[in-house]
Protein backbone atom coordinates (compact mmCIF):
# COMPACT_ATOMS: atom_id res chain seq x y z
CA UNK A 1 0.00 0.00 0.00
CA UNK A 2 1.05 3.59 -1.29
CA UNK A 3 0.15 7.01 -0.78
CA UNK A 4 0.81 9.61 -3.75
CA UNK A 5 0.30 13.20 -3.26
CA UNK A 6 1.50 16.45 -5.56
CA UNK A 7 3.23 19.15 -4.50
CA UNK A 8 3.50 22.83 -6.57
CA UNK A 9 7.27 24.24 -5.86
CA UNK A 10 6.65 27.90 -4.80
CA UNK A 11 9.59 30.34 -4.66
CA UNK A 12 9.44 29.81 -0.96
CA UNK A 13 11.13 26.29 -1.11
CA UNK A 14 13.56 27.19 -3.37
CA UNK A 15 17.31 28.63 -2.91
CA UNK A 16 18.88 31.82 -4.59
CA UNK A 17 18.94 29.19 -7.87
CA UNK A 18 15.73 28.68 -8.23
CA UNK A 19 16.23 24.74 -6.95
CA UNK A 20 14.24 23.32 -4.15
CA UNK A 21 16.69 24.16 -1.00
CA UNK A 22 17.77 20.46 0.17
CA UNK A 23 15.84 20.49 3.60
CA UNK A 24 12.42 21.27 2.05
CA UNK A 25 12.34 17.02 1.08
CA UNK A 26 11.99 16.78 4.79
CA UNK A 27 8.97 18.48 4.45
CA UNK A 28 7.93 16.81 1.87
CA UNK A 29 8.41 13.31 3.68
CA UNK A 30 6.38 14.70 6.66
CA UNK A 31 3.72 15.40 4.88
CA UNK A 32 3.47 12.65 2.50
CA UNK A 33 3.48 10.08 6.11
CA UNK A 34 1.03 12.24 7.62
CA UNK A 35 -1.70 11.96 4.57
CA UNK A 36 -0.55 7.93 4.21
CA UNK A 37 -1.42 7.44 7.90
CA UNK A 38 -4.83 9.62 7.40
CA UNK A 39 -5.42 7.65 4.24
CA UNK A 40 -5.60 4.82 6.73
CA UNK A 41 -7.61 6.31 9.26
CA UNK A 42 -4.68 7.16 11.59
CA UNK A 43 -4.86 11.32 12.04
CA UNK A 44 -1.50 12.08 13.84
CA UNK A 45 -3.17 14.38 16.34
CA UNK A 46 -5.77 11.72 17.15
CA UNK A 47 -3.23 9.47 17.95
CA UNK A 48 -1.33 11.81 20.43
CA UNK A 49 -4.61 12.36 21.94
CA UNK A 50 -4.65 8.30 23.05
CA UNK A 51 -1.23 8.94 23.79
CA UNK A 52 0.58 7.69 20.53
CA UNK A 53 3.17 9.71 19.22
CA UNK A 54 5.41 8.98 16.41
CA UNK A 55 9.02 10.90 16.29
CA UNK A 56 11.93 10.57 13.67
CA UNK A 57 14.95 8.79 14.78
CA UNK A 58 16.95 8.56 11.35
CA UNK A 59 16.18 9.77 7.95
CA UNK A 60 18.40 9.52 5.01
CA UNK A 61 17.58 11.13 1.63
CA UNK A 62 19.38 10.17 -2.02
CA UNK A 63 19.37 13.61 -3.97
CA UNK A 64 18.94 12.15 -8.06
CA UNK A 65 18.27 15.74 -9.93
CA UNK A 66 16.98 19.20 -8.78
CA UNK A 67 13.18 19.98 -8.38
CA UNK A 68 13.02 24.02 -9.52
CA UNK A 69 10.24 26.27 -9.53
CA UNK A 70 6.94 25.92 -11.07
CA UNK A 71 7.62 22.39 -10.72
CA UNK A 72 4.97 19.96 -9.80
CA UNK A 73 6.61 16.52 -8.07
CA UNK A 74 5.00 13.47 -6.49
CA UNK A 75 5.33 11.92 -3.40
CA UNK A 76 4.62 8.50 -3.30
CA UNK A 77 5.12 7.20 0.64
CA UNK A 78 5.15 3.48 1.99
CA UNK A 79 5.72 1.43 4.75
CA UNK A 80 9.13 -0.46 3.93
CA UNK A 81 8.90 -1.81 7.14
CA UNK A 82 7.36 -2.54 10.80
CA UNK A 83 8.85 -3.86 14.18
CA UNK A 84 6.77 -4.31 17.87
CA UNK A 85 8.21 -0.18 17.97
CA UNK A 86 8.88 1.36 14.82
CA UNK A 87 7.92 2.03 11.41
CA UNK A 88 10.49 2.82 8.37
CA UNK A 89 8.92 4.82 5.74
CA UNK A 90 10.26 5.19 2.18
CA UNK A 91 9.35 7.91 0.16
CA UNK A 92 10.23 8.50 -3.91
CA UNK A 93 9.41 11.64 -5.38
CA UNK A 94 9.43 12.31 -9.09
CA UNK A 95 8.65 15.18 -11.61
CA UNK A 96 4.91 14.95 -12.01
CA UNK A 97 5.50 15.58 -15.81
CA UNK A 98 8.29 13.86 -17.01
CA UNK A 99 8.45 11.34 -14.35
CA UNK A 100 12.09 12.09 -13.69
CA UNK A 101 13.33 10.60 -10.53
CA UNK A 102 14.29 14.22 -7.90
CA UNK A 103 14.79 11.96 -4.36
CA UNK A 104 14.18 8.55 -2.75
CA UNK A 105 14.56 8.61 0.91
CA UNK A 106 13.68 6.79 4.05
CA UNK A 107 12.83 7.97 7.48
CA UNK A 108 12.43 5.90 10.67
CA UNK A 109 10.02 6.47 13.19
CA UNK A 110 9.86 5.15 16.53
CA UNK A 111 6.49 4.98 18.51
CA UNK A 112 6.14 6.62 22.15
CA UNK A 113 4.15 7.88 24.72
CA UNK A 114 3.83 11.37 25.87
CA UNK A 115 6.54 11.38 28.31
CA UNK A 116 8.83 10.12 25.27
CA UNK A 117 8.99 6.75 26.86
CA UNK A 118 9.37 3.85 23.50
CA UNK A 119 5.55 1.55 23.46
CA UNK A 120 4.32 -0.66 20.96
CA UNK A 121 3.21 0.44 17.37
CA UNK A 122 -0.92 -0.04 18.52
CA UNK A 123 -2.26 -3.43 17.19
CA UNK A 124 -4.88 -1.61 14.92
CA UNK A 125 -2.47 0.34 13.41
CA UNK A 126 -0.14 -2.36 12.51
CA UNK A 127 -3.22 -4.58 10.79
CA UNK A 128 -4.16 -1.57 8.35
CA UNK A 129 -0.66 -0.31 7.32
CA UNK A 130 0.89 -2.95 6.21
Not at 61 to 78: F, H, N, P, Q
Request: hydrophobic share 40%; glycine share 6%; charged share 30%.
Amino acid sequence: MSHTMDVKIYYEDTDCGNVVYYANYLKYMERGRTEFLADHGFVVSELADRGTVFVVVRAEIDYRSSARLGETIVVKTWIAEKTRTSLLFSHAMTDKASGRLIAEAQARLVCVDPHGKIKRVPADMGEKIL
